[in-house]
């Protein structure tokens, strides 16, 4: 399986010749999800859910599915219908050749004032990667790349060490970074990689890694 890092929380997965995307939303390229065989959406916020880029997605490849949550599905459904599937925690599946569980209910707190929204996360292959959307969900199965959110409104980076220690994958990679300035990002590097107790890494917008 190859990982290409796009921007924000979006990746790409590759295997047989079949391509998973993960979260393309509005900070990520604008052709993410293009030339997708399958994509998975965490939830609605629109830095992991862009419609439009969704909807050219859809369009260019008409085999393509997308599994998400109801409150993405909804919003997509009709124009494609058949092709966009709601699933929520406990679900299995299998995506473009990627067999897939669903972990997690509810984004992270924001603020005690704002309301919480539902979101899951997607264990891919058997634990090769965890993507767990805008939450620190734990899916109580070993991970072998979890996919670590490193800044975003709703946490801080103790919660992102403790995080990596409950996970113990064998590696991290960064992603919900295009808010972390580079000026930071060697602090986070330091400071995630000296007490995460694992591997941790980042990759640049477009750079890939075999997993």
Not at 52 to 64: H, N, Q, S, T, Y
Not at 204 to 210: E, F, K, N
């Given at each position: 399986m190859r990982l290409t890092k796009m921007s924000h929380a979006c990746v790409r997965l590759e295997k047989d010749g079949r391509t998973l995307v993960i979260d393309p939303g509005g900070f990520s390229e604008q052709d993410a999800a293009l030339g997708a065989d399958a994509v998975l959406v965490t939830h609605e916020h629109p830095d992991h859910f862009d419609e439009?880029?969704?909807?050219?997605?859809?369009?260019?490849?008409?085999?393509?599915e997308i599994w998400?949550?109801?409150?993405?599905?909804e919003q997509l459904s009709a124009a494609f219908p058949g092709r966009v599937r709601t699933v929520g925690h406990g679900d299995t599946f299998t995506a473009a050749g990627f067999d897939v569980e669903?972990?997690?209910e509810l984004h992270a707190v924001i603020h005690p004032d704002i309301p919480r929204i539902t979101n899951i996360g997607f264990l891919v292959d058997d634990g090769a990667v965890f993507h767990p959307g805008?939450?620190?969900t734990v899916p109580g199965r070993p991970?072998?790349?979890l996919l670590l959110p490193v800044m975003a409104p709703w946490n801080k980076i103790s919660e992102v060490i403790d995080y990596v220690r409950e996970v113990k994958p064998r590696r991290a990679i960064d992603i919900h970074d295009a808010l972390l300035t580079d000026l930071a990002r060697p602090i986070y590097d330091r400071q995630i990689g000296a007490l995460g107790g694992t591997g941790h890494g980042r990759l640049?917008?477009?750079?890939?890694?075999?997993l």
């Open positions: 439009g880029r969704l909807r050219a997605a859809l369009e260019a490849a008409p085999g393509a998400t949550l109801r409150s993405v599905a669903v972990h997690g805008d939450a620190l991970v072998d790349t640049t917008p477009g750079d890939a890694t075999d």
